[in-house]
């Protein structure tokens, strides 16, 4: 994290309820497939963060992936090589209690635990020569450790990309009711956005038009609070949350492929 980064107390959410709302942690140990490795990474005495990296060649750029909620790294044994096919390297996180990973999930877990998992991405990439040339992103629930890199943790990153997420935790905290926290809930709420706000690196943000579950006017909403100067927001037609790559494939793909192109 930047020296002059404060810590949001992400914790609030947590200690309101929320984080037994928002996840559903499935455990899964199956064998990565060729090509392809499998990391732990130390959180803390009692949780870590597994991660499967689905490498092609030293010389593409590489996408640090938070998957969305339900879901786990071995869910994109499939979609790997459609990244590979357009020449990039991917590496995908777990969050803490998902796939091979050890604890219970909190949203402070998931935002701050994003940094041990980025240090450990480079450090792979470093030790083994992969490109310098590298990028962030977040799918639905895995936008908000992606964002946090994005503001606090951005050095090696060119770019930030976005599927199907938002930001703003508003609609989050109102599953939290108004407890004795309301005030600093409102608090954390202001200084996250002001987080966001603060972004500044090139993104793009990938929306179907008729997700449910994150409606589009959630991406419009992410794309203005961004700081960033170059931010590109891309509608899938008739996608929703859980299709959009397979219902906008011709698109997802080729706006990634040439987002990592003008970033590099």
């Known amino acids: 994290m930047n020296a002059s980064a404060a810590r949001l107390d992400y914790a609030l959410l947590d200690r309101a309820g929320v984080a037994a709302s928002i996840f559903f942690p499935r455990p899964d140990f199956t064998s990565p497939p060729e090509g392809a490795s499998d990391h732990i990474i130390d959180i803390d005495r009692s949780s870590t963060v597994a991660a499967r990296f689905f490498a092609a060649d030293t010389a593409f750029p590489t996408i640090l992936y938070f998957h969305g909620n339900g879901e786990v790294a071995s869910d994109y044994n499939d979609f790997a090589p459609f990244f590979h096919a357009a020449g990039l390297n991917l ?27 980025s240090e450990h991405f480079h450090k792979i990439l470093n030790d083994h020569g992969y490109s310098k040339t590298r990028f962030i992103m977040g799918r639905s629930l895995g936008t908000h450790p992606a964002l946090e890199i994005a503001a606090n943790a951005s050095d090696g990153m060119a770019g930030l990309i976005v599927e199907s997420g938002a930001a703003n935790l508003s609609r989050l905290a109102q599953m939290a009711g108004s407890g004795s926290d309301g005030d600093e809930i409102e608090r954390l709420i202001e200084a996250h956005n002001a987080k966001i706000a603060g972004i500044s690196m090139p993104a793009i943000i990938l929306h179907g038009e008729w997700d449910q579950l994150i409606p589009a006017d959630r991406a419009v909403e992410l794309r203005e609070s961004l700081g960033s100067t170059e931010k590109e927001l891309v509608i ?28 590099s």
């Open 91 to 117: 590496y995908v996180a777990d969050f803490r209690g998902y796939g091979a990973s050890k604890g219970t999930p909190t949203f402070e877990g998931l935002v701050y635990d994003a940094h041990k998992v």
């Open 236 to 263: 899938i037609p008739r996608a929703g949350h859980n299709d959009i790559f397979f219902v906008g494939r011709d698109t997802y793909m080729p706006s990634i492929e040439a987002f990592v192109k003008r970033c």
